[in-house]
C-alpha cells in the first residue's frame, strides 16, 4: 500500500509569483485535505476535496485554489505570493467509508517566499 | 469557535512515563487525534479516541479523554529517545468536512 507523497519536497519563489503543489493519495483513499503549517505552529486547515469538488474552506483567501483529479491526486495553487505564505503545507488523505476518520499525511512541500 | 491548547514542552528521562496534555473548547468534537511530527517530517497518526470512549491503550500509548473539562492527554510508557518530537492534538467535528483543528504542538525531550 503506498502512502501519501507530495512534490516538491522544497520550493524557493519570490513575492508576486504563483505555485503549484502537487499531492498523492493513499491508496483507496478519495479524499484530499490541505493544510499551512507556519513555523513553531500547528497545521491549519486550507480546505478540503471529495469527488473532485470542493468539500470546505477554512480561513483563507481565494488566491488559495485547488484541484483533484479522477485519480484522486490533488493540486494546491497559490497566486500572488506573499511572505507570510511561507511555510510546510501538508496534503492529508482519507477514506468516504469505513475508517475515514483517520487523516494520513504527506511529508509535506517547505515554500520559501522570498 | 473551535479552539485546541497544549502545553509547549516536557522534558522526560529515558525510561520514565510522559503525559502531554491538551484541553478543547467544542463540546461536539467527535474524534480527538494525537499526531506526532519529527524535525523536518510530516505528521504520523499515533492514535485517536471516539468522544463515546473515556480511554483508549495502543501498546506504550494510552489516551484519556475527560469529557466534561474538555481534556485530553497522552501518555507514553517508557520513554525512548526516540520518542523525541513534537505531538499535535486535533479534534474534528460530528459532521461535514472533518477538517483537523490542531493544537500548538508540545515538544517532548528525551534525556538518556
Known amino acids: 500500500e503506498t502512502g501519501v507523497t507530495q512534490s516538491p519536497t522544497h520550493l524557493i519563489k519570490t513575492r508576486g509569483q504563483q505555485v503549484t503543489l502537487r499531492c498523492s493519495s493513499q491508496s483507496g483513499h478519495n479524499t484530499v485535505s490541505w493544510y499551512q503549517q507556519a513555523l513553531g505552529q500547528g497545521p491549519q486547515f486550507i480546505f478540503q476535496y471529495y469527488r473532485e469538488e470542493e468539500n470546505g474552506r477554512g480561513n483563507f483567501p481565494p488566491r488559495f485554489s485547488g484541484l483533484q483529479f479522477p485519480n484522486y491526486s490533488s493540486e494546491l495553487n497559490v497566486n500572488a505570493l506573499e511572505l507570510d505564505d511561507s511555510a510546510l503545507y501538508l496534503c492529508?488523505?482519507?477514506?468516504?467509508?469505513?475508517?475515514?476518520?483517520?487523516?494520513?499525511f504527506g511529508p509535506g512541500t517547505r515554500l520559501t517566499v522570498t | 469557535g473551535e479552539d485546541v491548547e497544549q502545553s509547549l514542552f516536557l522534558s522526560v528521562r529515558e525510561g520514565d512515563s510522559s503525559v502531554i496534555n491538551c484541553t478543547y473548547t467544542d463540546s461536539s468534537s467527535t474524534y480527538l487525534y494525537w499526531y506526532k511530527q519529527e524535525p523536518g517530517a510530516g505528521l504520523q497518526l499515533l492514535t485517536y479516541?471516539?468522544?463515546?470512549?473515556d480511554m483508549k491503550q495502543d501498546q506504550r500509548l494510552t489516551v484519556l479523554l475527560n469529557k466534561k473539562d474538555k481534556h485530553l492527554s497522552l501518555r507514553i510508557a517508557d520513554t525512548q529517545t526516540g520518542d523525541s518530537a513534537i505531538y499535535f492534538c486535533?479534534?474534528?467535528?460530528?459532521?461535514?468536512?472533518?477538517?483537523?483543528?490542531f493544537g500548538s504542538g508540545t515538544r517532548l525531550q528525551v534525556q538518556p
Open positions: 479516541i471516539f468522544s463515546n470512549m
Open positions: 486535533a479534534e474534528t467535528p460530528p459532521t461535514g468536512r472533518r477538517a483537523l483543528t
Open positions: 492529508a488523505s482519507s477514506a468516504a467509508t469505513g475508517v475515514r476518520y483517520e487523516q494520513y
